[in-house]
């Protein structure tokens, strides 16, 4: 058991079911070790069960579903060293069982629906990442899933998918506005009317004016870049890779937004492009690519998802000890 924290670091990663959240939790267990991170499914903070939900014509996306009370309440706990007694949502029976003790860690991660919906629970988040999944993708990842390994009809999919949406807009989505980085999975624009979603366009957004945060670059920070990195260095297959970097709006926020379109062949060869980004948070040349390697068979290591989601969590790993240190300079000082 970790000893109690003299400073508790929170993270929040927010984004829709099947956005690659559980990934993205163990990539950040690769970095910080199981140990010193603690998650929290704010899916436990539902305060109707299924069957209520289904009753009162509500979805889980819905905030009058969540007890957002009482999880303002614990994180603030956890956050000031204090253990919790959390309940626990079940998802396979549809209820909520009795709560468990959650002990103060080094590292809260808070990850669902809502992490950043309520203003108390975003104020106490130290970092934050939205996972968000573009309609064009989720529907054709959904569609391929469902209907090849589970045999629903194409109807049928496409109706679950638009009854969850006007809760989604409304509830969910607005979150990107608030997240110091978003991760953004879009449909290649390398193959003309492609429709299969398996090649990918996925873009790192980056706040700028966040304290501490020293957002990533490509060749000249502030610039915009096109660049094309295929070639000898780097093998790639059809229809190849494009990178691009460059300043934005985004969300009414000034932004820099990173992106890289197409599939990696060789992992071992994004040492490449590692060594043409800036502000990586890595601790030696190479640990990016190392990261990656780690996982080969992770969804999205191929393309921009695994890329980005590593950089994040580097970034992530940088705050907690920018944080930390200030903590322990502090203690040394008295």
């Not at 990663?13 to 950040?28: I, P, Y």
């Not at 509500?58 to 956050?79: G, S």
């Not at 229809?239 to 691009?244: Q, S």
């Not at 300043?247 to 379109?261: R, T």
């Amino acid at each position: 058991m970790t000893s109690k924290p003299d400073h508790v670091v929170l993270i929040g990663v927010a984004g829709d079911s099947g956005c690659g959240k559980s990934t993205f939790l163990r990539r950040l267990k690769d970095l910080f070790g199981e140990e010193l991170m603690t998650v929290i499914c704010l899916d436990d903070y539902h305060c109707l069960d299924r069957k209520q939900r289904k009753e009162q014509g509500v979805t889980a996306l819905d905030p009058r579903a969540n007890n957002f009370d009482l999880m303002y309440e614990q994180i603030k706990a956890l956050k000031n060293g204090q253990a919790v007694d959390k309940p626990i949502y079940n998802h396979e029976t549809g209820m909520i069982d009795p709560p468990e003790r959650i002990e103060p860690n080094r590292i809260i991660v808070i990850e669902g629906l809502h992490p950043m919906y309520d203003e108390r629970v975003r104020s106490l988040l130290d970092f934050s990442v939205y996972l968000d999944i573009s309609d064009e993708v989720k529907i054709a990842w959904k569609i391929q899933r469902d209907m090849a390994e589970r045999g629903h009809r194409y109807e049928d999919v496409l109706a679950s998918i638009n009854a969850r949406r006007p809760d989604f807009m409304a509830y969910i989505d607005p979150q990107k506005a608030h997240a110091d980085v978003v991760i953004q999975v879009l449909p290649t624009k390398l193959i003309p009317d492609d429709k299969e979603r398996k090649v990918l366009r996925v873009q790192m957004i980056q706040r700028y004016g966040i304290p501490g945060f020293e957002p990533v670059y490509l060749f000249d920070e502030g610039s915009t870049i096109d660049w094309t990195p295929c070639g000898r260095k780097l093998t790639c297959p059809y229809p190849g890779i494009k990178m691009y970097y460059g300043p934005d709006a985004y969300q009414g926020n000034e932004v820099s937004i990173l992106e890289v379109d197409g599939q990696f062949d060789n992992l071992e060869e994004i040492i490449y492009i590692e060594s043409h980004l800036s502000n990586t948070s890595t601790k030696f040349y190479g640990e990016l690519t190392e990261l990656l390697l780690q996982h080969p068979d992770y969804p999205g290591s191929k393309n921009g998802t695994g890329l980005f989601q590593v950089l994040v969590g580097l970034k992530m790993r940088a705050t907690y000890e920018r944080l930390t240190a200030a903590e322990t300079k502090v203690a040394v000082n008295v």
